[in-house]
């Protein structure tokens, strides 16, 4: 059986990964805020998904969004 090789496409662009590098280090030294209500990050989870929103718009190559 032949072996599958997968292609060496990046999934994420080097602008979305500076992006979510910028939003970490805001949330690490406490500056990060969240949408409207302006409520302090503390998750490293959020400030993920708020630095690839933030590259998303920036129009940098991200995945859409999965559905929740």
């Known amino acids: ?3 599958r090789t997968k292609s060496s496409k990046r999934r994420y662009g080097k602008t979305a990964s500076r992006k979510v590098e910028a939003a970490l280090r805001e949330r690490k030294s406490g500056t990060l805020r969240s949408g409207r209500s302006g409520r302090k990050v503390t998750s490293r989870k959020r400030a993920v ?3 690839l929103s ?4 920036a129009g940098a190559k991200v995945p859409k969004r999965r559905a929740a």
């Open 54 to 57: 933030q590259a998303r718009k």
């Open 1 to 3: 059986m032949a072996a």
């Open 49 to 51: 998904a708020i630095g």
